[in-house]
């Protein structure tokens, strides 16, 4: 399940007010602005009943356009019947408008474009502006049949601007405050962001520094006792634990290298110190590698550190993809079956041995 964002629903909830401050505004203007200008005008009407029952058609389509809007955007046949119905409402309403008075008593032409507006808010503005096109354009045809002159004209043209203008500047609004709030949400996400990559740097250098101290601890012991001289370079087992002293000093080098495959690099800086020693060391892999976590890949470059600095002339190192998860299979010719790390960190470690060749196996799943 995809986590939605507090950014997200920040956005969201702003664009949800702008819907809302619009279907208040369109449903204001039917019942107060249309409304009273229906009654106002009832005597003037040829059919007082016929006005009433267009003004029920557009508070229909006003409702049904509000309940599509506040429940997302409206489909595209929706939004278009919603707003040709309107058209039509506020046609056949001019048509019984009386003559020469059309545009005082036309209450409807306003509505029409409201309900367009509402709900073609955030669909292609070409749309909108098709629909408010068309109510514009059907009601001076109404005109122009009932006789057209200049002075009409210049009426049609003063309604046209107030009207259409502001159901334009509107929508036009709606759709800056949108855009507002989208790069708001985005900036809130890109700084949310950019704050925890800082969290997360400060913690892995935290665990860097808590390994370099750990490493020191077992490093210090080693160097002190070579520099006093009570320990002897020629000794098998100073070299060994100078050896895994070195490989555990090469892994956190490479862990701080940002690299696809981290585990097999690691694998390689650890190998580092055997081959020095002459052992002939092979890290083969098998097929795309899933990622490995940072803790899980430590408990298998210790093992791999372990076998590699006991190996004495060869080992081969090999990865493979298993369900949902990687085996890493080492062979090596210890002389000797040797400790290694105990499971943790979802690292199983099987181990064998057969005369002189130790067989051992990581396997980490992320179940």
């Known amino acids: ?21 619009v279907v208040f505004l369109v449903v204001l203007w039917h019942l107060a602005g249309a409304g009273g200008q229906l009654l106002a005008n009832r005597t003037d009407y040829g059919s007082f009943a016929f006005q009433c029952a267009m003004w029920l058609v557009m508070a229909l389509a006003i409702t049904v356009g509000s309940v599509a809007v506040l429940r ?14 309107a058209v039509a409402a506020s046609t056949a309403s001019a048509v019984a408008s009386p003559a020469g008075h059309m545009l005082a008593d036309n209450w ?32 001076l045809g109404v005109q122009a049949w ?13 309604v046209l601007a107030w009207s259409t ?66 320990a002897n370079p020629g000794d098998p087992q100073v070299r060994v634990r100078c050896a895994v002293q070195a490989a555990r000093l090469r892994r956190l080098l490479a862990e701080g290298d940002e690299v ?18 002459g052992v002939a060391v092979e890290i083969e892999t098998a097929g ?40 890493v299979s080492f062979v090596a ?12 960190m979802g690292v199983a470690i099987e181990h064998q041995q057969d005369g002189g060749i130790l067989w051992a196996e990581a396997r980490w799943t992320s179940r």
């Open 1 to 21: 399940m995809t986590s939605i964002q507090p950014t997200d629903l920040l956005s969201g909830r702003y664009q949800r007010a702008f819907t809302i401050a």
């Open 260 to 277: 696809p495959g981290s585990l097999v690099h690691e694998l390689h800086a650890s190998a580092d110190v055997a081959e020095r020693r």
């Open 146 to 158: 009932d006789g057209l002159n200049r002075l009409d004209l210049a009426g049609f043209l003063a």
């Open 165 to 230: 203008g502001a159901q334009v500047v509107v929508a036009g609004g709606v759709r800056m405050l949108d855009v507002a709030a989208g790069q708001a949400a985005a900036a809130t996400r890109s700084e949310a962001s950019a704050r925890e990559r800082a969290a997360t740097a400060e913690l892995i250098a935290a665990a860097r520094y808590a390994r370099w101290l750990a490493l020191q601890e077992s490093a210090l012991p080693v160097v002190a006792e070579l520099a006093a001289g009570t």
């Open 333 to 344: 010719d210890t002389g000797a079956l040797i400790p290694l790390p105990a499971a943790d």
């Open 108 to 139: 409807s032409w306003g509505s029409a474009g409201w309900t367009c507006v509402l709900v073609l808010l955030r669909r292609r503005f070409s749309e909108l502006a098709c629909f408010l096109a068309a109510a514009a354009v059907a009601t």
């Open 288 to 327: 795309p590698l899933p990622p490995v976590p940072a803790s899980a890949r430590r408990v298998i470059t210790d093992a791999a550190i372990a076998i590699l600095t006991s190996a004495r002339s060869q080992a081969r190192i090999t990865l493979a993809a298993v369900a949902a998860g990687i085996a």
């Open 72 to 85: 997302g955007t409206p489909s595209l046949p929706l939004a278009w019947a919603v707003a040709a119905v």
